[in-house]
């Protein structure tokens, strides 16, 4: 792509972002997001493959759909309050129909169909901005918006984890894996976000520092398909020996970093006496753990047996960038012993 | 006494000798043309007139039919979900892993034929002649026919002489499109024994907009005439882009996730018997052929 269009895309998507986040009033949020969205419509289209276009076209459409609810709600609930400002939504109808809106908009369950058909029409780098920038200007918004229904955030988050964990187990291409995998941590994301919303903006940071690590550790190998990785070992073997524990990572698995959400999550649950659901979300994590443990076995674990028939790559120095893939990979990894005091940077 | 009758509206057989009672105005009488049917399906062989039947003239009900539908629907639901539990595509994820050939199609008894559409521009108006049948032993199937490329004379059409074999697209149960998946695989493996004709292979992947249905990624296939049998190993790397029989200028790769049916066409204008016998056809996996595309595409004007 031509870079100056490239850079006005960047700094489009940058912008409708900032300026969600500046917003305290429903028009300049919804402003923001229209931004966000037309600004990262070039970027997936831009090989002009037909499927590319398709997820164009369908991510325009989800977009624009949730888009327009949010603008009814905000709408509506100017006419019924007389008030724009975020903070002050009281009314049940206008603050349901925002958090519907803003769940298509990050594709939580029962909204997530068009997900897993968008990230895999696109490739890796533009689904990594899709599963990860994307996602900042919507949370924003359910952030400061005062949940009316206790109950419709919990059974978002519910669905969404058990959806991204079913959905997950049967696929083989690994961008519609990524695309489950994110489900089910916007649920995880979602659960707590009436109680403890810190906890909520911690899991988000989280999971894009590990989403980010896999997908670049995935570009680097140019694989798509759960077969194409098990050949990564001969090309790069310290990246085929590390992403076991990024995928383990986001699985929660101690003594990873990828646990420290999960674990806070949990226990905020219990104390909120809804140890039931709290089982549940945990159960639910262990389907994606095997889907992700089925990722690592075919790449790590295990040697295909096919590898006699072909001849060794060129282990030629690579020309990708590859630093802030160690640093993220060192984050996922590491960053466990240090929950006091990310627990109490989220307290402050 | 009883008033006596008036008639504000004249006898009708009156009215017939004046014009029909059911056309008030002469103006809205049938014309000669016939009229625009109420639903456009199917193809309408040019020269032929438009079918008038509405749809519920056209579909034929039946209850035994229709318990036969829900039984054979719930059925295929049945062993979707039991699929489901064993892996993608019924089969288990080690399959997926370590499988380098697949066979898609092999033509072992009568049932893989129903697997197959037959055209040929006999639909058109043209003479060509196609026919499917098992070969030896039922181990093969056996296509065969007449080409004629004497364009039908109805007026409109100019070219003809073509016979096609299309694989029907898969469905899972209530008639759901259902895709095959060859992401795993880069080449495609037929054998086959030909007669020495040129035949084209057809690949339709699955399309979104409506305007790219007839889109199919093509690839040659020369047949030698020999009795012997002929291995063809086509890379899907080197399949292109066409629309309607006409090469596109943009050029992509095809995607090898959601293939929806292959087909065998013949269209060489040399009029005259043809024979195509297939094995089998399948799929496999390539170590060696590292290529992405075959075709590169240039920018046609380049800014200076």
């Known amino acids: 792509m031509n870079p100056y269009i490239l850079t006005i895309l960047l700094f489009a998507m940058g912008l409708g972002t900032t300026i969600t986040f500046a917003s305290s009033h429903w028009l300049l949020a919804w402003m923001g997001l229209e931004i966000n969205t037309l600004a990262i419509l070039p970027l997936m289209c831009q090989s002009h493959h037909p499927r590319a276009v398709e997820a164009t076209i369908k991510y325009f459409l989800t977009q624009a759909t949730a888009a327009a609810m949010l603008l009814f709600a905000s709408i509506t609930n100017a006419w019924i309050t007389g008030q724009w400002n975020l903070e002050f939504m009281s009314y049940s109808l206008p603050t349901t129909l925002v958090t519907v809106a803003l769940a298509l908009k990050i594709g939580l369950a029962p909204l997530h169909a068009w997900m897993p058909e968008v990230l895999q029409g696109l490739d890796l780098t533009t689904g990594l901005i899709l599963s990860t920038w994307q996602k900042l200007a919507p949370f924003c918004l ?13 059974i978002l988050g519910l669905a969404s984890t058990l959806v991204g964990g079913w959905g997950g187990l049967n696929q083989n291409q690994l961008r519609k894996i990524l695309a489950y995998s994110s489900i089910a941590h916007l649920g995880w994301m979602i659960l707590v976000l009436q109680f403890f919303p810190s906890l909520t903006l911690l899991t988000l940071l989280m999971y894009f520092v590990m989403t980010f690590s896999l997908f670049i550790s995935f570009k680097v190998n140019n694989s798509t398909t759960i077969n194409s990785l098990s050949m990564s070992w001969s090309k790069t073997p310290i990246i085929s020996s590390m992403v076991p524990f990024i995928l383990l990572s986001l699985g929660g698995l101690p003594p990873l970093s990828g646990f420290m959400p999960k674990w806070l999550i949990l226990q905020e649950l219990t104390k909120q006496s809804l140890a039931p659901l709290a089982t549940l979300a945990a159960l639910s994590a262990l389907l994606s753990l095997y889907f992700y443990l089925r990722i690592s076995y075919a790449m790590t674990l295990t040697m295909s047996p096919n590898t006699l028939l072909n001849a060794l790559p060129w282990r030629l120095p690579s020309n990708q960038h590859t630093l802030p893939l160690a640093i993220t990979t060192s984050l996922t990894i590491c960053l466990l012993p240090l929950t006091p005091a990310i627990t109490a940077l989220l307290t402050l | 006494m009883s008033l006596p009758k008036i008639s504000r509206v004249p006898a009708s057989r009156l009215l017939s000798a004046v014009h029909d009672p059911r056309w008030p105005l002469r103006s809205a009488a049938p014309l000669a043309v016939p009229k625009r049917a109420l639903t456009q399906s199917g193809y309408r062989r040019p020269g032929q007139p438009r079918e008038d039947k509405p749809p519920w003239q056209r579909i034929k009900f039946d209850f035994s039919k229709g318990l036969e539908g829900i039984t054979k629907h719930f059925k295929l639901l049945r062993q979707e979900f039991s699929d489901r539990l064993v892996g993608p595509e019924g089969k288990p ?14 033509f072992r008894g009568p049932d893989s034929l129903q697997e197959w559409t037959l055209s040929s521009d006999r639909e058109i108006g043209g003479q060509s002649e196609i026919h499917l049948k098992l070969g030896k032993n039922n181990e093969t199937c056996f296509l065969y026919g007449t080409l004629q490329s004497a364009p039908p004379r109805d007026g409109e059409t100019r070219y003809s002489g073509y016979c096609s074999m299309r694989s029907k697209q898969p469905l899972v149960s209530f008639d759901r499109k259902k895709h095959h998946d060859w992401s795993s695989f ?14 084209m292979v057809n690949i339709a992947a699955e399309s979104y907009f409506t305007h790219q249905k007839d889109d199919l990624y093509s690839y040659f296939l020369y047949t030698r005439g020999g009795p012997y049998w002929q291995d063809v190993k086509i890379p899907f790397s080197k399949f292109f882009l066409t629309h309607r029989g006409r090469i596109q200028d943009n050029q992509h790769p095809l995607w090898l996730d959601k293939v929806n049916t292959i087909g065998f066409t013949l269209g060489d204008k040399a009029d005259g018997p043809f024979q195509l016998e297939i094995d089998f056809i399948g ?22």
Not at chain 1, 142 to 154: A, V
Not at chain 2, 93 to 106: D, K, P, T, Y
Not at chain 2, 186 to 199: A, C, K, M, S, V
């Open chain 2, 93 to 106: 994820i080690i399959e997926h892993m370590l499988e380098q050939n697949r066979v898609i199609w092999e």
């Open chain 2, 283 to 304: 799929v496999c996996k390539d170590y060696a052929h590292t290529e992405d595309f075959a075709y590169e595409v240039y920018k046609r004007n380049p800014e200076v």
């Open chain 1, 142 to 154: 359910l952030l400061q918006i005062n949940p009316s229904n206790t109950s419709l955030l919990l």
């Open chain 2, 186 to 199: 880069n080449t495609l493996h037929l054998r086959i024994r030909g007669d020495g004709r040129p035949w």
